[in-house]
């Protein structure tokens, strides 16, 4: 019997269910728990982590995985959502008065531009915070100026994955039945570019740190 089990659960077939039934599972956490727009921060940093953990194969559980981070970070991440939403709204407002006027006045010509502009901010930030929330424990300080960061380190990455995000809601939105698959996919692609970003990071910090290590030890010979 045992054997039958071992047989199965390392089947192709078997795997392939496993990873439909992750795509679907992952897909659909992230729908429900990004419904309430102040825990949306935390969906999309527990789905990071759960894909996280399955790339680097330090985990098959993806569920749990994604349950366990999105507890761990939601008092964390309501701010940032909060920010996100705020953010957004200012734009959306300054955009339309731009277009429209208000009060019935019609606003200077060089309005829309500097309207527009306000994006820059939110494309700035939003493209590594919430990898950066799934995969380090800080503040809302740090998260949001290390994110910034990332993005004048990585302008083209950057704006590729604002790219990806915008695109993959899109899909979302024009095609409901890619809520099934979307976000997995949009995710999974975030977790490739990103990580390489981060692993450089981090490798540039030990180098840097191991520098620093030898510089004293010369200092105090």
């Known amino acids: 019997m045992g054997n039958s089990f071992d047989k199965i659960t390392k089947s192709k077939l078997y795997e392939l269910g496993s990873i439909l039934w992750d795509i679907v599972a992952l897909s659909l956490l992230w729908l429900i728990f990004s419904i309430p727009v102040i825990t949306s921060a935390a969906s999309s940093s527990a789905l990071y982590f759960a894909l996280y ?3 680097k194969k330090e985990s098959d559980n993806a569920v749990p995985d994604f349950m366990r981070s999105f507890a761990g970070n939601l008092k964390q991440s309501i ?25 019935g006045v019609a606003l200077p010509e060089w309005y829309l531009p500097f309207a527009l502009l306000l994006i820059v901010p939110y494309l700035v930030i939003y493209p590594f915070a919430y990898p950066y929330l799934a995969r380090f424990c800080t503040n809302t300080a740090t998260i949001i100026k290390n994110a910034a960061a990332f993005s004048a380190m990585n302008p083209g990455k950057a704006i590729l994955l604002f790219i990806l995000s915008f695109a993959s809601i899109a899909l979302m939105i024009l095609f409901p039945p890619c809520l099934l ?8 692609l975030r977790v490739l570019i990103v990580e390489k970003i981060f692993e450089a990071a981090i490798e540039r910090e030990h180098k840097a740190g191991e520098e620093d290590t030898e510089d004293m030890g010369e200092t105090d010979a």
């Open 181 to 188: 698959v979307m976000p997995f996919t949009a995710a999974y």
């Open 53 to 55: 953990r399955r790339i």
């Open 79 to 103: 701010p940032l959502s909060l920010l996100y939403v705020l953010f957004a709204a200012v734009i959306a407002f300054n955009i339309n008065i731009a277009r429209y006027g208000i009060g």
